[in-house]
């Protein structure tokens, strides 16, 4: 281990024991989460500071009628494409992959720019488009170039304000995530008045934003500091933000584990309705969701979103529920908090 991260380290354990109480930090962000897994982070923190995962992998959080939407339009003979960590979440109807098992036209892109050199050769080319602000620009641009998406983009602040509103849900500190961070900037948080760090990606980067909350929780403060200022600015990019605010607007949304959240969700403005895949299949998808029966689960993935539980508290995890072989959508995702812990925990 490096010596700088032994300093910090100490400092760590010096203030956790200062405080005295057990703390819970949670990272909101997947690649935190994997962060943490890889460097065995967890294991290296005082016994009273817990780490916990909150709902920062995006695929995760994409709400089971939204993937059913996308394999019923795919199963009907609409043309479709999706990042490829989506093609394995299960659905009521099946999922994605299963479409494609059976015929269906649905194909990978890694890159958004992809899709729309794909949609020239494939008109009513639906994409899936899903994500939180980091992904959401990109989307932005191909609509304006003339993609046609299924839009279940998310905005995160709204999601950790239900976060600090359920009594349940027991947080001392946020590491917020670096990417979100890079596109809306620190001031968006500064409605939460909860200790918040916001984090680059190293090892050394987390444990640095560890030791920075709990400064902040030992000397009463409940600020947002930046310790990732060599991509984020207050401000954050503003060039970003006017492109998702000329294509988008915001709508009510639902979340998988946190249920429907006010004014978390972005729909597709009325000037670009016909690159709205909504409005386009408005028929084709009512039908779809009418004719959805919602299977029962004893997959966990919601609460363990929530911070509630860890993954191996979910009875399916590592026994039936794998990476090869996902129940639910914590497990899909390489961001997935199930995923990570199955490929990181031992």
Request: charged share 25%; with cysteine.
């Amino acid at each position: 281990m490096k010596s700088g991260n032994k300093k910090i380290l100490q400092s760590i354990h010096n203030k956790a024991s200062k405080i005295g109480r057990p703390l819970r930090l949670m990272e909101l962000c997947g690649t935190h989460s994997q962060t943490i897994a890889q460097n065995g982070i967890k294991s290296l923190m005082p016994k009273n500071v817990k780490l916990v995962s909150g709902p920062g992998c995006p695929v995760c959080v994409t709400d089971q009628s939204d993937i059913d939407v996308m394999a019923g339009l795919a199963l009907s003979g609409v043309p479709v494409a999706a990042y490829g960590d989506t093609l394995n979440v299960p659905g009521n109807l099946m999922s994605l992959e299963g479409a494609r098992r059976k015929g269906a036209d649905v194909s990978v892109v890694y890159d958004i720019a992809e899709a729309v050199a794909m949609a020239k050769g494939k008109p009513g080319l639906v994409f899936f488009g899903l994500g939180f602000e980091t992904t959401t620009g990109m989307t932005a641009w191909a609509i304006k170039a003339g993609l046609i998406v299924y839009c279940a983009h998310k905005l995160f602040p709204p999601a950790m304000a239900a976060l600090l509103a359920d009594k349940k849900i027991k947080v001392d500190g946020f590491i917020d995530p670096g990417h979100v961070s890079a596109i809306i900037g620190t001031e968006a948080y500064r409605q939460f008045k909860i200790p918040q760090v916001v984090a680059g990606f190293s090892g050394e980067d987390v444990l640095r934003a560890i030791e920075m909350l709990l400064t902040q929780i030992l000397e009463g403060r409940k600020e947002v500091e930046n310790a990732y200022p060599r991509l984020v600015r207050k401000e954050g990019n503003l060039k970003a933000r006017k492109l998702i605010a000329e294509v988008f607007e915001t709508s009510d949304a639902r979340w998988r584990g946190l249920g429907e959240i006010k004014g978390s969700g972005l729909k597709i403005r009325k000037k670009y309705q016909k690159q709205d895949a909504e409005f386009m299949y408005r028929d084709l998808i009512g039908k779809i969701k009418k004719e959805i029966k919602p299977k029962p689960s004893a997959c966990k993935c919601g609460l363990v979103l929530q911070g509630l539980i860890e993954p191996q508290g979910c009875p399916l995890f590592g026994r039936v529920c794998t990476p090869d072989k996902p129940q639910g959508a914590c497990m899909v995702s390489v961001e997935g908090s199930c995923n990570v812990e199955y490929r990181y925990g031992k």
